[in-house]
């Protein structure tokens, strides 16, 4: 007996298919694709770079979709994180009493 389901490949820098049927989407808003966007973040495997995966997703789908609101979403996750500031503490807190 044979299995005739179709069977898509997975890719695993895309596992749900998310950022895939975002840029299928016509007339999705920013807002949208930022929570599409989270969606998959959440969903990527252990082990997978977010940055490389966006990276990746970029060349895949993004070719002549600068337009799409998704493409400045997933831009933006291919750049580093800035470096974190310490903000706070009891020396941010302590009031000048010169």
């Known amino acids: 007996m044979s299995d005739h ?20 989407m016509e007339g999705v808003t920013v807002e949208e694709c930022r929570s599409i966007f989270l969606d998959w973040a959440l969903s990527l495997p252990e082990g997978i770079s977010q940055q490389q995966a966006a990276t990746a997703l970029l060349a895949q789908y993004g070719s002549g979709q600068a337009a799409h609101p998704m493409f400045p979403v997933l831009t933006a996750a291919t750049e580093a994180p800035a470096k974190a500031k310490r903000r706070g503490g009891w020396r941010a807190r302590r009031s000048d009493m010169s």
């Open 5 to 24: 389901r179709n069977v898509t490949e997975r890719n695993p820098n895309d596992p749900k298919g998310l950022i895939r049927e975002s840029f299928r």
